[in-house]
């Protein structure tokens, strides 16, 4: 094995790293978002002018604007089957990142507006990490080598337990040093900087791999 092949076997790694890492920040955002929002976005009683909420909803629009990500996340299976069939994985899943991050660097603006469109964005979100979080598990089996997808699925759904912690910390750490609408920006910019490792590290096909074999290439099931 020449040099540049021990190179190249190594810089896999890193592709295996940005889909762990952006699976990871999808988990960290899923239970950071809602923390966020109790923390500091909704006032908890209206009634009380040392409340440090921003806005005083009712508890059915509280009720939704919570749980409207997961409304939009339970019709993953339909919307991950079509985007595979219509727009392929791998452009959803750049489009996933942009769109996400971007949303949520606009959460603050968005809630001022109206809590109706805020509801509207969460569902939006959900649907696209309903999309293509099928796609952080579907990749390692195209793009591994040997048995190695098999370990490469193991961390990614380590990375997904663990988003639950690191979320909460973060949303926690934000809100109370700097506040609310800081996290939004803060957790939409992590978004962009996951696409832009996606786009650095990530190969589009396994023909345009970097890291395997000509033979490999030409193999449909890699794993």
């Given at each position: 094995m020449t040099f540049l092949d021990k190179v190249n076997n190594r810089r896999r790694y890193l592709a295996y790293f940005?889909?762990?890492?952006?699976?990871?920040?999808?988990?960290v955002a899923r239970y950071g978002v809602p923390i966020a929002m109790i923390g500091g976005m909704i006032k908890k009683d209206c009634s009380d002018p040392n409340d440090s909420g921003s806005y005083c909803w009712s508890e059915d629009t509280q009720a939704l604007v919570l749980g409207a990500y997961f409304y939009g996340y339970t019709a993953q299976i339909a919307?991950?089957?079509?985007?595979?069939?219509?727009?392929?994985?791998?452009?959803?899943?750049?489009?996933?990142?942009?769109?996400?991050?971007?949303?949520?660097?606009?959460?603050?603006f968005i809630a001022d507006w109206s809590p109706e469109l805020l509801v509207i964005s969460q569902v939006f979100r959900g649907l696209l990490a309903g999309?293509?979080?099928?796609?952080?598990?579907?990749?390692?089996?195209?793009?591994?080598?040997?048995?190695?997808?098999?370990?490469?699925?193991?961390?990614?759904?380590?990375?997904?337990?663990?988003?639950?912690?690191?979320?909460?910390?973060?949303a926690g750490v934000i809100v109370d040093?700097?506040?609310?609408?800081?996290?939004?920006y803060v957790i939409g910019g992590?978004?962009?900087?996951?696409?832009?490792?996606?786009?650095?590290?990530?190969?589009?096909?396994?023909?345009?791999?970097w890291y395997l074999t000509e033979s490999e290439k030409q193999n449909d099931k890699i794993c």
């Open positions: 940005s889909i762990i890492l952006n699976i990871h920040i999808e988990m919307t991950a089957l079509l985007a595979r069939r219509y727009t392929g994985f791998f452009n959803t899943y750049r489009t996933w990142m942009l769109l996400s991050g971007s949303i949520q660097i606009l959460y603050p999309i293509c979080i099928p796609f952080s598990y579907d990749y390692p089996a195209k793009f591994s080598v040997g048995n190695e997808g098999k370990s490469v699925i193991s961390f990614i759904g380590s990375a997904a337990s663990l988003g639950g912690g690191t979320g909460a910390l973060l040093t700097l506040n609310w609408r800081w996290y939004f992590i978004y962009l900087f996951g696409l832009f490792l996606h786009f650095l590290l990530v190969p589009r096909t396994p023909q345009q791999s």
